[in-house]
Each structure stands twice: as structure tokens, then as C-alpha cells.
């Protein structure tokens, strides 16, 4: 149970994705930025808390700790400090095993622009970008032109990237979960009605995943329903 909880939690999704993308720039895997770039996270203290609170933001299921960096225990703070908050990042947090106030932890990434520049011209190479990602094992599962700045992706929260605990134990999930962005893709594509000739998958594909997240969908009306 540790070991999904700590594959689906979005705070390590994030760091799990992006500490791959930064082992693929270091071997010169990727020469391009396909990501909005992360320059680390915080833990946020009481202070933070209130100041966020005032302006209503709501942290009734979280808690609070301090801050640091996405590849290490943080700097610039006594070696205690950096040994508490390292195994802090390094532990998933088990839903209903903490007392008080759950950790507030945030995801830092550099300003981006306001634009998703998800437009026809650009679909080539967001694309090619999203294909990148899945070779390094990385599957975003929020392909949506929202989760776009600049043509980069800015959300890895839903993300899986492997090894993972589910992909391993589930032969058919894992092979609907690598071509899910693909799908994803042309949905937004079509969702947006953007003209262009660039699909990721090909018709057969598409339409079968179509008709099973409607057949999904009925069935769960249906249960509903009774």
C-alpha cells in the first residue's frame, strides 16, 4: 500500500517526471526544453499558510513543513534541518496515518507565459515533444491545451513515469497508459478544432479509445441509475 500511495501521489509524480527529464538533459537526451522548467519545491511554513489562507486558499487536508530543492534535501540550512526534511521528501505520506495537518508542499516552476501556444502551426512539435517524453518513460496523462504554456507542458501532477507499481502489475492498464497521451493528443486536437494534418495515432486507434471511455462512461451511468 506504501508503494502505490507513493506512485500516485502528485506531489512525487512531479518530482519522479522531472527528475528523469533532468538525468535526459544531463546525458543530452533532450536539447530542448519540453517542460516548463522546475526549479525546485517548498514546504510551506505557518506564516506561508496563513498568507494563503487570507486569500482563500484552502488547506484543511494538508499540513506544513520547510523548504528545499527538487535534487536534494535543500540548502542553506543546518545539517539536522536538511537530514528531517530529506527523509520528509523521500517518505509517501499514508492518508489517515498523520495526526494534525497534512504537508503543505509546493511544486516550484519558473514564470511562464500566459499563452499555451497550442495553435496548428505548433501541434508538429508539441507533439514530437510529448513523444520524447514517453520514450523516457514518462506518460503525462494530461494532454489538455490548459496544461500548456508556450508549448511546453507545465503539469506532470497526474503523471506516471516508470518503473511503476501499477504498469507492473497490470499488463492491459499499462499498455492503454503508454499510448494515453498519443489519444490524449488528438482529443485536444479535435476538442479545440484546430486544423491540421498531424495526428498522433493512427484512425483505428483513436476510434477504439473513443468508444471505450464512452462505454465506460454509460456503464457508469447505468450503475447509477439501478
Known amino acids: 500500500m506504501e508503494t502505490i500511495a507513493f506512485h500516485n501521489d502528485p506531489f512525487f509524480a512531479e518530482c519522479r517526471a522531472y527528475g528523469r527529464i533532468k538525468e535526459a538533459q544531463a546525458k543530452r537526451m533532450l536539447k530542448r526544453e519540453v517542460a516548463v522548467r522546475c526549479e525546485g519545491f517548498l514546504l510551506l511554513q505557518d506564516e506561508d499558510r496563513k498568507i494563503l489562507e487570507g486569500k482563500g486558499v484552502d488547506f484543511e487536508e494538508q499540513d506544513v513543513a520547510e523548504g528545499g530543492d527538487c535534487n536534494s534535501g535543500g540548502g542553506g540550512i543546518d545539517d539536522q534541518k536538511e537530514k528531517e526534511q530529506k527523509d520528509f521528501v523521500d517518505r509517501p505520506q499514508k492518508?489517515?496515518?498523520?495526526?494534525?495537518?497534512?504537508?503543505?508542499?509546493?511544486?516550484?516552476?519558473?514564470?511562464?507565459?500566459?499563452?499555451?501556444?497550442?495553435?496548428?502551426?505548433?501541434?508538429?512539435?508539441?507533439?514530437?515533444?510529448?513523444?520524447?517524453?514517453?520514450?523516457?518513460?514518462?506518460?503525462?496523462?494530461?494532454?489538455?491545451?490548459?496544461?500548456?504554456?508556450?508549448?511546453?507542458?507545465?503539469?506532470?501532477?497526474?503523471?506516471?513515469?516508470?518503473?511503476?507499481?501499477?504498469?507492473?502489475?497490470?499488463?492491459?492498464?499499462?499498455?492503454?497508459?503508454?499510448?494515453?497521451?498519443?489519444?490524449?493528443?488528438?482529443?485536444?486536437?479535435?476538442?479545440?478544432?484546430?486544423?491540421?494534418h498531424v495526428r498522433a495515432t493512427p484512425n483505428w486507434l483513436y476510434c477504439n479509445k473513443l468508444r471505450s471511455r464512452k462505454f465506460k462512461a454509460s456503464s457508469g451511468s447505468l450503475q447509477g441509475a439501478v
Open 95 to 196: 492518508p489517515g496515518k498523520r495526526q494534525g495537518r497534512q504537508p503543505v508542499r509546493a511544486i516550484v516552476k519558473e514564470l511562464a507565459s500566459t499563452e499555451s501556444g497550442v495553435e496548428a502551426p505548433s501541434l508538429r512539435r508539441i507533439l514530437r515533444n510529448i513523444s520524447k517524453l514517453n520514450r523516457l518513460d514518462i506518460y503525462n496523462q494530461n494532454i489538455r491545451k490548459d496544461n500548456f504554456r508556450n508549448e511546453k507542458l507545465v503539469d506532470f501532477g497526474s503523471s506516471w513515469t516508470e518503473p511503476h507499481c501499477i504498469l507492473e502489475a497490470d499488463k492491459d492498464e499499462a499498455a492503454e497508459t503508454r499510448v494515453q497521451d498519443l489519444v490524449m493528443f488528438d482529443e485536444m486536437v479535435a476538442m479545440e478544432s484546430l486544423k491540421t
